[in-house]
């Protein structure tokens, strides 16, 4: 399976996600979270939501890049996989998950792992991004070529930039009830910042051995590049698909 994690480990990749609280990002979820419930938040990071996302129940964080996850906290952290979760069969009342479905090759086989993890009549919480609704202004010639070698690098690494439109579709195909699904968009990085981010994750994957899709990137590394260094101003809103969904 090819799989990796696009915006990979850099200091501005992993503060960006460090900005991420649950009373952000978590809202949505809130009233899944009964006192004394057993809660795993998979693809944890760092853990800047798990700390506070059930503090009455028993959180478990789960996360397959093992350096990322903290040393010394109340919450139990876990290094696996989502695609073989270390956990007995109906284990869990809740499972949430925020910005992982975007970065997964096989979401079917995600969702298969929750949904055996789950209690009967559990719950689940999924937030996942969808680029194509993103709210990006201006959207210039350099703008759209460099977004379109950002989501190539997405793709690359096995992810779906568009997660989001296809996720409720995915949650009811697995045998998921009780949908329910909202858009939420928010200011996760300034218009310049995202230039910059986009930028500096094409600069990385032109340092690696070049691969087919060399000439595609060099070209949106140059649209990125005048992107950064011609239009300073404007505004990005990320849209994010909230779901909740019953076992």
Known sequence: MLEGYAPGYAQDALSMMNTRTASDRAAFAQQLFIPGSRVLDLGCGQGSITTTLAPNCHVIGLDIHHPLLPTASTVDYINATAYALPFATASFDVVFSHALFE?????????????????????????????????????????????????????????????????????????????????????????????????????????????????????????????????????????????????
């Open 103 to 247: 970065h997964l090759a096989d979401p079917a086989a995600v969702l298969a792992e929750i949904r055996r993890v789950l209690r009967p009549g559990g719950h689940l919480a999924i937030s996942t991004s969808d680029w194509s609704r993103a709210k990006i202004r201006p959207r210039t010639a350099n703008v759209d070529a460099a977004l379109r070698g950002h989501y190539l690098l997405r793709r690359s690494s096995g992810g779906d930039p568009f997660s989001g439109r296809t996720i409720a579709t995915k949650l009811a195909t697995a045998g998921f009830t009780n949908i329910t699904e909202r858009s939420r968009y928010r200011e996760d990085l300034s218009y310049r910042a995202l230039a910059t981010y986009v930028e500096a994750r094409l600069a990385e994957a032109l340092s690696k051995p070049p691969t087919k899709d060399h000439d595609q990137l060099t070209s949106a590394a140059r649209s990125a590049w005048s992107w950064t260094r011609t239009t300073a101003i404007g505004d990005f809103h990320q849209c994010w698909q909230e779901l909740t969904a019953t076992r």
